[in-house]
């Protein structure tokens, strides 16, 4: 004990309550509550909590009492340091906090105790704290007087004029807080009588720059608005970013309010316009195209110049025509403040465990692709419901990665990524509101005789129309989910193209492996509704590169078929089921068709493009078109589309049916006696693409960053002439 007793300077926790009870003292904090026996335990406590007040060590106490009492209070110090009703604050920084205003804020410096050490020096630098809040209406008087009494001691405001803002009332909080702390006060950055607002305009009169100074010198920029003032909300947390000042922002839109993120003064300055991208991706009609009965036209990036370049996604410009929700008023409007407010308190002292951000990067933790996001708190104003949503950095916030040729040489000795490992980064991925997928989920779809799983795929840039489902069957629910992942993961690549990378992309040469410059718009053609697949469209993925890029060629050359068919002449061999050698898989399929009494032909499609192909049919339509270089594979998914159809049929779930294609002429379907074409070679399938010339390139779908490092392997394969 004399060894330690110099080492420990023991303060009692602020939120510490002791009671008597028969067995000694019962003592509670925030950290719980403990029995502590012995009928003099609690004279004990009472006796020295006032000495423990961190001033002095244990040693220095044990000193102060007599001989006869120093065990006793060593023992039971160390009994409720163990417990975390005392805490050691021989290393906390010193600080110049004075008596009085500790006193005054003893709530908020024992709640900073809780989490952190210096809690005295932490409240310090965050009372001396810069602070501008910028905003309007009621709002923002609920965050200057939730500031106030969060103990800064001065505050910028910068009112905007799209709601009436009561100075007045200001007054009146400033007042009463002075009462308390007379040091407090307001500055004033007057915006209002600067700014014009024409309908859907920006923040017209104020500039970057005056946002810019605004910003410059402080800590940390709170920023609120009553209806979508997304420009703005924009414009700031880039200015808060380059005066390296941190920021916060809470902005409602028709009944919800959303808060966050918090960005740290080093952090990453598009953290903001990442997650309203997110919330625009999987609702549009919320952020991009109707907010509160008002059109909202304009550029993707919200007025931003790239060049004439038409980035898509979610219109980030200021609304202020568009309508305040019914329920922003009153207490809603104080528990929006209250909770920006708190964010920022939490930030500025370190409770968050923030000292800035990191950048948002993936770490290979164990095998697994763990990546760091962001978050913003969703608030229901009608409801009074709080939730926390996770996003992930969209592309088009961020500087734009040029399509460098040379990453393609590491693609071909990349590490594996397998269909379960896949399915754990996934999680990464999904957020109800700001995911990259939305769900992951069975919903109320039969699971037989297949078993099927739907994933709600966002629209990162505005190509598909708006977020759409993506289906993945099998044979238990475990395939059927990863199946529809890896899917998710391939329309989702498909559809997010960052324009800035310009009209030409890079892809590798499937059979030399040569990098190779191909047309954008061959690689992203324009997609249909909610993401539909159609000709030239269908991109693929695999646990490796090679097998992306079989995959690819597989996808390309099926894309060819409906085409080759129209200039076909001659009846094709049906395949006689009976007899043909199938896989065990194939045959199960099979049996089960027998089962559900569903009549199927499957007829030889391979003379049309030189790889396996078959046309799968039923006599209510053709079911799919389905090549491979594997003969096997291609029965296999062909045959499992005839059953998919059928439940889907049955169940009246249209859904996750096989997607529609032309039927099969009559005059085609030649008659049994077909015999069970061979398997080919990649190079095989090659050829057949290029009978009229050119070469096959596999490009990588990488346009997202961080969603390309989870799964890595997805590519569209293009035929280039010339």
Not at 286 to 314: C, H, I
Not at 351 to 365: E, F, H, L, V
Request: hydrophobic share 45%; with cysteine.
């Amino acid at each position: 004990m004399e060894a330690n007793a110099e080492r420990i300077r023991p303060r009692l926790r602020g939120d510490v309550y002791v009671m008597r009870v028969p067995e000694g003292a019962y003592i509670r904090s925030n950290l719980g509550g403990s029995i502590l026996k012995g009928a003099s335990t609690y004279e004990w406590i009472q006796r020295i909590a006032p000495m423990l007040d961190g001033t002095r060590t244990l040693g220095e106490l044990c000193a102060s009492v007599p001989e006869s009492s120093r065990t006793g209070l060593a023992k039971l110090t160390m009994l409720l340091l163990g417990k975390g009703y005392v805490k050691n604050v021989l290393e906390d920084r010193p600080h110049t906090l004075p008596a009085d205003v500790a006193k005054n804020y003893a709530a908020n410096i024992a709640f900073i105790e809780y989490f952190v050490e210096s809690p005295e020096l932490r409240f310090e630098e965050y009372r001396g704290a810069g602070i501008v809040l910028a905003g309007s209406g009621p709002l923002l008087q609920a965050l200057a007087n939730s500031e106030l009494r969060s103990g800064v001691r001065v505050l910028t405001l910068a009112p905007f004029p799209e709601s009436p803002f009561d100075r007045e009332r200001v007054a009146e909080h400033l007042a009463a807080a002075r009462e308390r702390d007379p040091e407090q006060r307001i500055e004033y950055v007057d915006y209002a009588a600067r700014v014009d607002y024409p309908p859907g305009a920006d923040s017209a009169g104020v500039g970057s720059g005056d946002l810019d100074q605004l910003a410059a010198g402080a800590a940390m920029v709170l920023h609120v608005a009553d209806r979508p003032m997304l420009g703005r909300a924009r414009r700031l947390a880039r200015a808060a970013a380059a005066a390296r000042a941190a920021s916060a922002q809470a902005v409602v839109v028709r009944d919800e309010a959303w808060i966050g993120p918090v960005t740290g003064a080093d952090g990453d300055a598009t953290g903001w316009e990442s997650a309203w991208r997110r919330l625009g991706a999987l609702a549009p009609d919320l952020v991009g195209t109707d907010l509160g009965g008002t059109g909202l036209g304009g550029t993707g990036l919200g007025g931003t110049d790239l060049g004439g370049t038409d980035l898509g996604g979610a219109d980030l410009g200021d609304r202020p025509e568009a309508a305040v929700s019914e329920f922003l008023r009153g207490p809603t409007v104080a528990l929006v403040a209250n909770q920006l407010c708190f964010a920022a308190f939490r930030h500025l002292t370190g409770i968050d465990g923030s000292g800035g951000d990191r950048d948002a990067q993936p770490q290979n933790a164990q095998g697994r692709g763990v990546v760091e996001r962001g978050h913003v708190v969703r608030f229901d104003l009608e409801t009074l419901e709080t939730a926390n949503h996770a996003f992930l950095p969209h592309p088009l916030a961020r500087p734009v990665v040029s399509d460098d040729p040379a990453r393609l040489a590491a693609l071909p000795a990349a590490a594996r990524v397998d269909d379960e490992e896949l399915a754990r980064r996934a999680v990464d991925c999904v957020d109800p509101r700001t995911g990259v997928f939305a769900e992951i989920t069975e919903r109320d779809y039969e699971q037989l005789p297949l078993f099927v799983s739907e994933v709600m795929v966002s629209d990162p840039v505005g190509l598909a129309g708006g977020p759409f489902p993506v289906f993945g069957c099998g044979e238990n629910v475990v395939e059927s989910r990863r199946r529809a992942v890896r899917r998710a993961f391939e329309r989702y690549a498909a559809v997010m193209r960052d324009p800035r990378k310009g009209d030409r992309l890079y892809g590798l040469d499937v059979l030399t492996g040569e990098a190779v410059a191909v047309s954008a718009a061959e690689v992203f053609p324009a997609e249909g509704p909610r993401g539909e697949v159609s000709p030239a469209r269908t991109a693929a993925s695999g646990g490796d590169w090679p097998e992306a890029v079989r995959a690819a060629v597989v996808a390309a050359a099926n894309d060819t078929v409906v085409t080759a068919l129209s200039a076909a002449t001659v009846p094709f061999p049906r395949l006689d089921l009976a007899d043909a050698e199938l896989t065990s898989r194939a045959a199960r399929y099979v049996k089960l068709l027998e089962i559900v009494d569903q009549p199927v032909e499957v007829h030889d499609l391979t003379a049309l493009l030189g790889l396996p192909t078959f046309a799968f049919s039923t006599p209510e339509a053709t079911v799919g078109y389905v090549s491979d270089l594997d003969v096997d594979a291609a029965l296999e998914e062909g045959l499992e589309r005839v059953l998919l159809a059928y439940q889907s049929r049955a169940a009246d779930q249209p859904g996750y049916a096989p997607p529609p294609v032309p039927v099969l002429p009559a005059r085609l379907r030649g008659k049994n006696g077909g015999r069970r074409p061979d398997s080919v070679t990649l190079e095989a399938a090659v050829a057949g693409l290029t009978r009229d010339g050119g070469r096959v390139v596999a490009v990588p779908l990488d346009h997202d960053p961080l969603v390309a490092r989870m799964c890595p392997f997805v590519a569209r394969a293009v035929v280039v002439h010339g």
